[in-house]
């Protein structure tokens, strides 16, 4: 296992560190773009670096997946004491810190950037690392979605067929709520008298633990279809 | 192997690191009243110290970047990782509302809702997993370094003590900045450095036999987490009931709160004890069916 460990290092160290850097975003937005938009104030832009910061996130992300879609490199990796389990145990640990060291390092800056707002005596100070804690587990359930479609489809055919999966779902949805037009008051009624105010922090935190008990999912998905994937991939 | 004499020159050499670390609240006290972006940086630097001591020390005496225990090994321990979890939080929970229930304020846990509870104990779950992380920066240092070396020269139980304290001590910059601000005074300070001496050596107790049992910091790391944030998380459930404001103290706070804590360092002493005196026994007794 620490051969693994070694080997995602050394092949993807600087998708890693670039979680840092990605958490750096909504700073970096607030400095680059504040000559742009000199009448936009500092928590939009903040906000608009995070959203930036996680998406191009979840990009390199999914880049430490890249080249697993070999057919030698699969066989090859079954056959180690590890076996295809191990490997892909290992990946999915690493996304997992990558998302973690993410949130870290846009906690951290946030943070930095409160205490600094306060020395210079600025009025708009507002925290935007509960949105950031929010938007990661958001990015948990992407990557468990993403990582099974790659690895049984390999890196092209993988994103097509998501793509269409979520076309999918969506035309699923949009002809749902046209069959129900009718009843959509109602429909609209009972999400409002679930999401009270008194129970959105216990569906709020459910979701939370679904996100990561989808993620712990997604592993066992992906073991089941990794070797029905290897048998397809293209080279 | 390594030698007695070298695991007390590492240790020494690490202890030393940690405390000038400690120093360092002290030292820019000025700057940190006047500054908050330098209490920031300082005290960042301070929580991550036990970490970055552990480094050094092993940059210094050559004896590398191994055993820093820092495989999650979650098949066959992922038990254990719930240990972590719950045992915190089921241990302040007694230790929190026994003493409300003794006295008689059953109407004080009005917060104590079904939802309520269980909306935390998810929130707790599912944080632990993702914001625990910055507990590294202790954990590295006195799970995965430090009482690895204190073991061979002091024993299990001398482990527990002395690492115990000296974690304790590390706190004392802390303590002591309410002390300084004027905000306490000191027969109050040395109650909270004894409360918290006695608390964290009884868990450190826990932690250690995480580790040991796990070969991993990170449920420590979650224990740790939990240990923190159940404290805060039980205290603004029971804040949100209908605690009158001159309430006696001594209903809500008393020697309850040590006791178990106290229990959970005797169990796990024990267990700390017993498999010390397996890994003594010769193999061919410790394998006899």
């Known amino acids: 296992m620490t051969g693994l460990v070694y080997k995602e290092w050394k092949q993807n160290r600087l998708f890693i560190l670039s979680m840092i850097l990605c958490g750096t975003a909504p700073l970096l937005a607030l400095l680059l773009m504040r000559g742009a938009l000199p009448d936009t104030g500092d928590t939009p832009l903040r906000i608009g670096g995070l959203i930036t910061g996680f998406l191009a996130a979840g990009a390199l992300q999914m880049l430490v997946l890249r080249g697993d879609d070999r057919r030698q490199w699969s066989y090859w990796i079954t056959a180690t004491p590890d076996g295809y389990k191990g490997f892909l145990r290992v990946k999915y640990e690493m996304v997992f810190a990558m998302i973690v060291l993410l949130l870290f390092s846009l906690q951290f800056t946030d943070m930095l950037y409160c205490a600094v707002a306060a020395d210079t005596e600025k009025t708009e100070i507002a925290q935007i690392s509960g949105a950031a804690v929010l938007l990661g587990f958001v990015q948990i359930l992407f990557r468990a979605i993403d990582i099974p479609f790659f690895y049984r489809f390999g890196s092209k055919k993988g994103s097509f067929i998501k793509l269409i999966c979520v076309v999918a779902f969506v035309i699923f949805l949009v002809a749902l709520i046209l069959l129900n037009a009718d009843h959509l008051n109602n429909i609209i009624d009972t999400g409002r008298e679930i999401f009270t105010g008194y129970n959105s922090s216990l569906i709020l935190s459910a979701g939370l633990v ?10 066992r998905i992906t073991c089941k279809l990794y070797l029905k994937g290897a048998e397809q991939y293209d080279h | 192997m390594t030698t007695k004499k070298e695991n007390a020159k590492r240790l020494g050499i690490y202890l030393l690191i ?14 940190i009243n006047e500054s908050n972006t330098a209490y920031f940086i300082i005290y960042y630097l301070f929580s991550f110290s036990p970490a970055i001591a552990s480094l050094i020390t092993r940059a210094v005496t050559g004896e590398g970047y191994r055993d820093m225990k820092l495989h999650l090994n979650l098949r066959g321990n992922f038990r254990w990782y719930l240990l972590a979890f719950g ?5 302040f929970t007694a230790a929190f509302i026994l003493p409300v229930v003794f006295s008689g304020h059953t109407e004080w846990l009005g917060g104590f809702t079904f939802r309520n509870v269980l909306s935390c104990i998810f929130t707790l779950a599912a944080l632990s997993a993702v914001q625990s992380i910055g507990l590294l920066g202790e954990e590295l240092g006195w799970r995965g370094y430090m009482n690895q070396k204190m073991e061979p020269l002091f024993g299990t139980a001398g482990t527990c003590l002395l690492g115990g ?12 900045a309410v002390y300084n601000d004027g905000e306490g005074a000191l027969p109050d300070l040395l109650m909270m450095c004894g409360g918290r001496m006695v608390m964290l050596t009884c868990f450190g107790t826990f932690l250690l036999w995480l580790t040991k049992k796990t070969d991993s910091i990170f449920p420590a790391v979650i224990g740790h987490y939990m240990f923190n944030e159940s404290q805060r998380t039980l205290a603004d459930l029971l804040w949100q009931g209908n605690i009158p404001e001159n309430a006696a103290s001594d209903a809500v706070a008393g020697v309850s709160d040590f006791l178990p804590m106290i229990i959970i360092a005797a169990v796990f002493i024990a267990l700390l004890l017993r498999d010390s005196k397996k890994a003594a026994e010769p193999s061919f007794i410790r394998n006899r069916p």
């Open chain 1, 210 to 219: 679904v996100c990561t008990a989808l993620y712990y999912l997604s592993y």
């Open chain 2, 18 to 31: 940690v405390f000038l670390f400690i120093s360092l609240p002290f030292i820019f006290r000025s700057l």
């Open chain 2, 87 to 91: 045992l915190p939080l089921i241990c």
């Open chain 2, 165 to 176: 304290i000296v974690w304790s001590l590390w706190h004392l910059p802390m303590d002591m």
